[in-house]
């Protein structure tokens, strides 16, 4: 009897410890093991292209540094990275009128705001293609747009060409990916502001603040990281802005290519695999390097905001 007891459960503790290999093999190796394949290790290949003059067939060698200073001396790459300025400027006015259209449908009891978000949330659900395709007509010369704008009595001579006038064809893409994206930031704000607590509006309103007052001191801070997230999402889309240059601008024609189309040019048009990968490694180095100055601008700018938002959260529930 003894013997019995001692051995079915030393049994049962083999049969518990296979089953824990299997799962940590199913649900920790394999995926590991195809992150390292699919990311990591083309991750490491692109670095190393990117030290090389070298296409898809045919590798001439190492260069250096040749590729990346190229990218900073060439007045083509240096142009399409100065044009994501603009796209940067159009996230920012996307963020702010996300903002404003959240804050107004969570504070304001609007009869059918339901309505409103799924209006502006719409565009996001488009596909970028068929949206660059939709623009494009909305765009040309004496369509719709011109129509408009000839019904208020503008007259068509006076019109520009908006998609070849390179003084307003990229504010006019700009545009496009700030229609596209702006319901998704506002989504994302408007979950935000329903997690924070209401009894802070009630204590902000018992000290005589107005909405103003309330979305300074309480909203804003109350949304830190949501607001760094969109900001995060709007500057990486912006660096890496695609679809309205391809599509509505024709590939980056009249002054259009953004630095992720010259990427595209450079190797599947040109075949330069060396000279892209370096440019992509640019880009990710962009990339980081704004989302660590966002990191410090929230960290240091909105520490006041920050400090009044927590003063007010310990007053509401000192009074509730």
């Not at 001692?6 to 518990?16: F, M």
């Not at 394999?30 to 699919?38: K, Q, S, T």
Request: hydrophobic share 55%; glycine share 6%; aromatic share 16%.
């Amino acid at each position: 009897m003894s013997i019995v007891s001692t051995v079915q459960p030393d049994l049962r503790r083999s049969k518990i410890n296979w089953q824990k290999v299997l799962v940590i093999f199913l649900f920790a190796v394999v995926p590991l093991f195809l992150l390292i394949l699919f990311t990591y290790i083309p991750f490491g290949k692109m670095i190393q292209f990117s030290f090389h003059n070298m296409s898809y067939t045919k590798d001439k060698g190492f260069v250096g540094f040749d590729n990346y200073l190229k990218i900073f001396t060439k007045p083509e790459y240096v142009d399409a990275m100065l044009l994501s300025l603009y796209y940067m400027a159009g996230a920012v006015v996307q963020l702010a009128l996300a903002l404003f259209f959240a804050s107004v449908l969570s504070l304001e009891r609007l009869r059918g705001s339901g309505i409103y978000k799924a209006v502006l949330f719409f565009p996001f659900l488009v596909n970028g293609i068929a949206i660059g395709y939709i623009f494009k007509y909305f765009f040309t010369h004496g369509f719709v747009l011109d129509t408009v704008l000839q019904a208020i009595g503008i007259p068509l001579e006076k019109l520009p060409y908006w998609l070849r006038d390179q003084s307003v064809n990229n504010w006019s893409l700009v545009f496009t990916s700030v229609w596209k994206y702006c319901g998704q930031n506002m989504v994302l704000f408007i979950g935000a502001i329903a997690s924070i607590d209401p009894t802070l509006y009630e204590a902000a309103t018992i000290d005589g603040a107005n909405r103003w007052q309330q979305f300074k001191a309480i909203i804003l801070p109350g949304i830190k990281t949501v607001f760094m997230l969109n900001l995060i999402l709007s500057i990486t889309g912006s660096l890496s802005a695609f679809e309205p240059a391809y599509v509505v601008g024709s590939m980056g024609a009249n002054g259009t290519a953004t630095f992720f189309i010259k990427i595209h040019q450079m190797a599947h048009v040109s075949q330069k695999v060396g000279q892209a990968c370096a440019m992509a490694m640019v880009l990710m180095a962009l990339i980081l390097l704004f989302t660590v100055l966002q990191r410090l601008f929230f960290r240091y700018v909105m520490k006041d905001s920050e400090s009044t938002f927590n003063a007010k959260a310990n007053k509401a529930k000192a009074l509730w």
